[in-house]
């Protein structure tokens, strides 16, 4: 009898882990949803760049006949936003002059495929940036 009770014993304490631990997933489950949306909205890296930006633009202009360069200063109140993948940005840095890039970690800006190294560019923090594609690029984000 002494046996009886002791295995009912243990087996009340078993159905009570039990519940417990059928209990306990609902919320591991509920943290860890909310974690992966907080850690998975950083991990988009254009998110950190897009918006309204003030440009100055040094834009050259060749005359093949005198074989001079003149530079133009352009001023514009632009934006960048995203373009097709979550690791492509649209820089429109003029009026009629925009141009896309691949972004990385490191806030260093490519074009995917280009074989030269005329085009180029980096972010300097979240506010700052400097591009150069032909055009010679500054860029600061606007002030809220």
Same mark, same amino acid.
């Given at each position: 009898?002494?046996?009886?009770?002791?295995?009912?014993?243990?087996?009340?304490?078993?159905? !009570?882990?039990? $519940?417990?631990?059928?209990?306990?997933?609902?919320?591991?489950?509920?943290? &860890?949803?909310?974690?992966? %949306? %907080?850690?998975?909205?950083?991990?988009?890296?254009?998110?950190?760049?897009?918006? /309204?930006?003030? %440009?100055?633009? &040094?834009?050259?202009?060749?005359?093949?006949?005198?074989?001079?360069?003149?530079? &133009?200063?352009?001023? %514009?109140?632009?934006?960048?936003?995203?373009?097709?993948?979550? /690791?492509?940005?649209?820089?429109?840095?003029?009026?009629?002059?925009?141009?896309?890039?691949?972004?990385?970690? !490191?806030?260093? $800006?490519?074009?995917?495929? /280009?074989?030269?190294?005329?085009?180029?560019?980096?972010?300097?923090?979240?506010?700052?940036?400097?591009? &150069?594609?032909?055009?010679?690029?500054?860029?600061?984000?606007?002030?809220?």
């Amino acid at each position: 009898m002494l046996r009886v009770l002791k295995n009912q014993q243990n087996n009340t304490r078993t159905m !009570k882990k039990n $519940l417990i631990m059928k209990k306990l997933p609902l919320p591991l489950i509920a943290i &860890e949803i909310i974690l992966l %949306f %907080f850690t998975g909205c950083d991990k988009i890296i254009t998110n950190r760049y897009t918006g /309204d930006w003030d %440009f100055i633009t &040094e834009h050259p202009s060749y005359n093949y006949v005198s074989q001079e360069v003149k530079w &133009e200063t352009i001023y %514009f109140s632009g934006s960048i936003g995203t373009y097709k993948n979550n /690791d492509e940005l649209s820089i429109q840095y003029t009026e009629d002059r925009s141009v896309v890039f691949q972004v990385n970690k !490191k806030g260093e $800006l490519f074009i995917k495929d /280009d074989v030269t190294s005329y085009t180029y560019g980096k972010f300097e923090g979240k506010d700052k940036v400097h591009i &150069e594609c032909g055009d010679i690029i500054n860029g600061v984000r606007k002030s809220k």
